[in-house]
């Protein structure tokens, strides 16, 4: 069975760093582009960064470039978000997900930035 | 960036009903458009990739279309299950982006 955890979520100030981790199992972690996608309170889904299979190519939104960097270890099937410089407005549910044309997500795990 | 604009934003419909949804873009993009349906306190889930191939194992009343710039998500005989929100989801060209929801309700 396909499975995705999410893990490392909390509460933060302003200004703070996070990590945020998945780990992956029911399929062959390095054959997949993986994606972080995220949920404001109240708001829309955003798409949030990209990795290739074998993490030589990462793409972010505009939001979160030069803060946010995306990584992935195949040997342990993880997936990480290292998130510097939080922002109120980053507060959110993040969700880890396999990309095929399609998404495949995790439950999600949740960023609060406040003081 | 492409905008992608859902409308519905809500849907009344009753058990046997045909629905559909639409999702139109700022600019033309040839079929990389999933839809995805969402319950509460679950993690969404994939229907449609590629604008009209359904997803293994989702069942065929769920229909996909479109290009361009006009896609859309037919379901067609809504069972009780489908009462969930909908979304649209491009992936033609960074940022990618989603529409923002249909919420299918009873009527």
């Known amino acids: 069975e396909v499975q995705l955890v999410e893990s490392g979520g909390t509460s933060v100030q302003p200004g703070g760093s996070l990590r945020l981790s998945c780990a992956a199992s029911?399929?062959?972690?390095?054959?997949?582009?993986m994606s972080w996608v995220r949920r404001a309170p109240g708001k829309g889904l955003e798409w949030v960064a990209n990795i290739n299979q074998d993490g030589g190519a990462r793409f972010y939104v505009d939001s979160v470039t030069g803060r946010f960097s995306v990584s992935r270890d195949n040997a342990k099937n993880s997936l990480y978000l290292q998130m510097n410089s939080l922002r109120v407005e980053d507060t959110a549910v993040y969700y880890c997900?396999?990309?095929?044309?399609?998404?495949?997500w995790g439950q999600g795990t949740l960023v609060t930035v406040s003081s | 960036d492409i905008q992608m604009t859902q409308s519905p934003s809500t849907l009344s419909a009753s058990v046997g009903d045909s629905v559909t949804i639409t999702c139109r873009a700022s600019q033309s993009f040839s079929s990389w458009l999933a839809w995805y349906q969402e319950k509460p306190g679950k993690a969404p889930k994939a229907l449609i990739y590629?604008?009209?191939s359904l997803e293994s194992g989702v069942p065929s009343r769920f229909s996909g279309s479109g290009s361009g710039t006009e896609f859309t998500l037919t379901i067609s005989s809504l069972q009780p299950d489908d009462f969930a929100t909908y979304f649209c989801?491009?992936?033609?060209?960074?940022?990618?982006?989603f529409g923002q929801g249909t919420r299918v309700e009873i009527k």
């Open positions: 989801q491009q992936s033609d060209s960074y940022p990618w982006t």
């Open positions: 029911g399929f062959i972690f390095s054959d997949y582009y």
């Open positions: 997900a396999r990309w095929d044309g399609r998404f495949f």
């Open positions: 590629k604008a009209s």
